[in-house]
């Protein structure tokens, strides 16, 4: 089916490991996001990308890295997992003007 | 800084009654897209209805509507004949980009309001 996959969908981390949190979409999509969700901060942006090759921060960088050379992927990288980081991460694609379509999030415990 | 602000951090219906959710935002653009999200237990999002700020009409989604305010900068998402299944956290979301060009910007999100269905 059409969409946006991320994985995985369940993490733990000790704190100074670095992990990757894949996310692939089949729909052509230019632009896709990485949010990360946590209790009364609602979604808040971590990085985005406008097409392969160009990527920009959003609101909350610091920890976090990303690349997009194709169309289709976009991961995210944590450097050195801090407790800081324990979250709820959505990746999510969209093409201009229109709604995101989200992944179905990664749960991730940093210890 | 373009913001949105949900100001209902709860909100509980009775089950077949209607029910409307508030959200307002910031902007000094005029073309505009915004958006309402249901978040439910199983924490996926899912859209549920879009509006186009150069649009006067409101926008219909079955049982979901909205008011959509310009001037105001306000933009309420109703929703009628309440099911269980509606129960969940609601998201109301702001996007720059206008039909005519504007700003490559990305969706900013409210803080959420959760809604709950009494049977």
Redesign the interface.
């Known amino acids: 089916n059409a969409g946006v996959t991320q994985t995985p969908k369940f993490q733990v981390l000790k704190t100074g490991q670095s992990m990757t949190l894949q996310c692939a979409q089949d729909m052509n999509h230019e632009y896709m996001s990485w949010y990360r969700q946590d209790p009364g901060m609602g979604l808040r942006l971590i990085h985005y990308s406008v097409g392969a090759g160009i990527t920009d921060q959003g609101e909350v960088p610091n920890g976090y890295n990303v690349s997009r050379s194709t169309t289709e992927d976009f991961p995210l990288r944590l450097l050195s997992a801090a407790p800081s980081q324990t979250s709820v991460y959505f990746c999510a694609s969209r093409t201009r003007g229109g709604g995101y379509t989200f992944g179905s999030g990664t749960r991730l415990t940093v210890v | 800084a373009q913001t949105v602000t949900q100001s209902q951090p709860e909100m509980s219906v009775q089950e077949a009654e209607t029910v409307t959710l508030s959200c307002t935002y910031d902007t000094s653009e005029s073309d505009y ?1 915004l ?1 309402w ?1 249901k978040q439910p237990p199983s ?3 899912i ?1 549920v209805i ?1 509006q ?1 700020a150069y649009k006067q009409q409101n926008a219909t989604e079955n049982r979901f509507s909205v008011n959509f305010q310009k001037a105001a900068k306000s933009f309420s998402l109703k929703i009628s004949d309440s099911q269980l299944g509606d129960a969940a956290m609601y ?1 109301c ?1 702001y ?1 720059p ?3 005519y060009g504007g700003s ?1 910007g ?7 309001t959760k809604l709950s269905v009494k049977p």
Request: proline share 0%.
């Open positions: 897209y958006f999200y924490r996926q999002m859209l879009r186009e998201f979301a996007n980009e206008g039909n490559q990305n969706l900013i999100f409210g803080k959420g």
